[in-house]
């Protein structure tokens, strides 16, 4: 039996992780893409619990850069880079509801090299920024093209890593606010975050009617941190399936997958991103695996782990983990 049969989705769901209707969210369909998380843009598409969508996203660049000698200062627009596809409304979907998001496959979509990172001046996590401000010039700009198939990515002639994709922008819309899909927080976003890849199903608290998902900036692979600010940013063909879990209450996003359950914080400094995200793990061993609170404080304190998503975008993101083996699971 596979493991999301005793997920929450397929335990919880609306839908019970029974798959429905196939929707294709190609580029026709989808128009404009959109820079920003939030509750005005009309939806593209509106979907039932358990359906599934096919995306084409777009790198994050919209595929501006297409060569090593595209400069970003030159092709880019700030700050409309991190193009989202949706907003996809969720029939059903209220306030104080769950949406739950299966990521089925992660595929690179158009001609080789397919794969961009970049160089960007004051972006990245080892250079001064608009929010640490120094005196010191950026570094100069450089992109670098990868060829990124299933077989790996080739980063030179000598390297090719494996192909480890990942939906690096993915979460709904907030209540009232519009915010830039750079920006990671309680409702997902720019988390950057390598675990939100095939074979999890990460879980969005509800924020609005019909919830509004929005997903996009795929990625072939990324190291903790994105150190430079840019990972592998490839255009893809990826699929999902959706479902809803109904009056469960949550304040940040959470995943899960066949070895561990996570929590997810986005803050500056770091360190609160990783008091959130362990607040939250800790609170949900309390409310959901037999444990009071301090005896899951102590259990995280010996069994817990932190993956840390970004270190460059407004605020920071990191995931806190632990092993379903140490659950009874």
């Known amino acids: 039996m596979s493991w999301m049969a005793e997920s929450y989705m397929a335990r919880k769901g609306v839908a019970g992780g029974r798959p429905g209707r196939t929707h294709h969210l190609n580029k026709e369909v989808q128009g404009e893409y959109h820079y920003v998380y939030g509750p005005y843009a ?31 200062s030159q ?3 700030m700050p409309f880079v991190n193009p989202q596809c949706g907003p996809i409304a969720v029939e059903g979907a209220e306030p104080g509801d769950v949406l739950c998001v299966a990521i089925k496959s992660i595929l690179p979509r158009g001609p080789q090299p397919v794969g961009t990172s970049a160089l960007i001046p004051e972006f990245g996590g080892l250079v001064s920024n608009s929010q640490t401000a120094m005196l010191n ?6 992109v670098m093209k990868y060829e990124v198939t299933e077989a790996g990515v080739k980063f030179n002639d000598r390297i090719t890593l494996p192909y480890e994709p990942f939906i690096g922008t993915l979460g709904v819309s907030p209540l009232i606010e519009a915010v830039l899909s750079l920006q990671p927080d309680y409702w997902g976003g720019n988390m950057d975050l390598p675990d939100v890849a095939p074979g999890a199903i990460v879980y969005f608290p509800v924020l609005h009617k019909d919830a509004y998902l929005y997903l996009g900036d795929c990625h072939g692979r990324q190291g903790d941190g994105e150190l430079c600010g840019v990972a592998v940013e490839m255009p893809s063909t990826t699929t999902v399936q959706v479902d809803l879990i109904k009056n469960w209450q949550i304040s940040w996003p959470r995943l899960e997958n066949e070895d561990f359950i996570m929590t997810i914080g986005s803050a500056r400094p ?3 991103a990783a008091r959130i995200a362990y607040r939250e793990l800790t609170r949900w061993l309390a409310s959901d695996y037999g444990f009071d609170e301090l005896e899951a404080y102590f259990l995280l304190t010996q069994a817990g782990r932190v993956r840390v998503g970004n270190m460059v975008d407004p605020k920071y993101t ?6 379903k083996s140490y659950l009874g699971q």
């Open 137 to 142: 010039p950026p570094l100069p700009e450089r």
């Open 75 to 77: 092709k880019l627009t």
């Open 270 to 272: 770091m360190e609160d």
């Open 42 to 72: 009309k939806p593209v598409m509106s979907i039932k619990p358990g359906d599934i969508v096919v995306a084409e996203t777009e790198d994050a660049f919209g595929g501006a850069i297409k060569t090593e000698k595209d400069l970003p």
């Open 318 to 323: 990191l995931g806190a983990s632990i092993l």
